[in-house]
């Protein structure tokens, strides 16, 4: 069977699969109980847009009132290995995101779990500048920027989930005469944890629209 769940769904998978079991710890009312399996299986199901096997299965395992978060992540790996990874560019599909960057270092994404990625950033330890790259209509998309040195809690613009976020600044072509400004949002600091929790693509596709034209 072909891999058929994308990273961001497997995060919303597993996040619907924990809102289970704080309802199995929380409610005890069969009835209740009852009623949020459905909608919980109704949510999954929507979002796939159709029922495959190896989902159903994972469901039928939850989905007991005796289940705990150790149980559910064991299923979980199980259900991860039919995730679909993040397409991996190549390094002519990197330079191209940034022909701007002069001596740009590409990290070695082939060592990276793709599995678990929606979009990829990486830091560059001299010039401290952050990148980013995501699939966007169907052809990576890039944009580079840095860090302003404060952090906090937040929500970030990327992932939508709370996290400790700073600002992330870059400079965008303001218009036709040259002139440039700084666009800046909250984002996880931590990228690996922001592709960790991010359960939809909305954040990073208005993300990256918001910088079109640098």
């Given at each position: 069977?072909?891999?058929?769940?994308?990273?961001?769904?497997?995060?919303?998978?597993?996040?619907?699969?924990?809102?289970?079991?704080?309802?199995?710890?929380?409610?005890n009312?069969?009835?209740?109980?009852?009623?949020?399996?459905?909608?919980?299986?109704?949510?999954?199901?929507?979002?796939?847009?159709?029922?495959?096997?190896?989902?159903?299965?994972?469901?039928?395992?939850?989905?007991?009132?005796?289940?705990?978060?150790?149980?559910?992540?064991?299923?979980?790996?199980?259900?991860?290995?039919?995730?679909?990874?993040?397409?991996?560019?190549?390094?002519?599909?990197?330079?191209?995101c940034f022909?701007?960057?002069?001596?740009?270092?590409?990290?070695?994404?082939?060592?990276?779990?793709?599995?678990?990625?929606?979009?990829?950033?990486?830091?560059?330890?001299?010039?401290?500048?952050?990148?980013?790259?995501?699939?966007?209509?169907?052809?990576?998309?890039?944009?580079?920027?840095?860090?302003?040195?404060?952090?906090?809690k937040?929500?970030?613009?990327?992932?939508?989930?709370?996290?400790?976020?700073?600002?992330?600044?870059?400079?965008?072509?303001?218009?036709?005469?040259?002139?440039?400004?700084?666009?800046?949002n909250?984002?996880?600091?931590?990228?690996?944890?922001?592709?960790?929790?991010?359960?939809?693509?909305?954040?990073?596709?208005?993300?990256?629209?918001?910088?079109?034209?640098?």
């Open positions: 069977m072909p891999q058929i769940i994308k990273p961001h769904d497997f995060n919303y998978i597993k996040e619907q699969t924990y809102h289970l079991i704080n309802a199995y710890q929380s409610v009312d069969p009835r209740t109980i009852a009623t949020f399996e459905g909608l919980i299986e109704e949510k999954i199901n929507r979002r796939l847009k159709e029922k495959y096997e190896k989902v159903d299965l994972f469901l039928e395992q939850v989905m007991t009132p005796s289940m705990t978060k150790t149980r559910a992540d064991s299923y979980l790996s199980q259900l991860q290995t039919e995730v679909l990874p993040l397409e991996q560019p190549s390094d002519k599909q990197i330079q191209k022909r701007k960057v002069k001596k740009l270092k590409i990290p070695d994404i082939s060592k990276w779990e793709l599995t678990r990625y929606s979009y990829l950033s990486w830091t560059d330890s001299g010039s401290q500048k952050k990148y980013m790259m995501a699939p966007i209509n169907q052809q990576f998309v890039g944009l580079y920027g840095h860090f302003e040195p404060s952090i906090k937040g929500i970030c613009a990327v992932c939508q989930h709370e996290a400790n976020v700073s600002l992330f600044l870059t400079t965008t072509k303001a218009g036709a005469d040259g002139s440039y400004t700084k666009k800046g909250y984002i996880c600091v931590d990228s690996d944890q922001c592709n960790y929790q991010l359960t939809s693509l909305k954040g990073i596709t208005e993300f990256f629209a918001r910088y079109q034209g640098k």
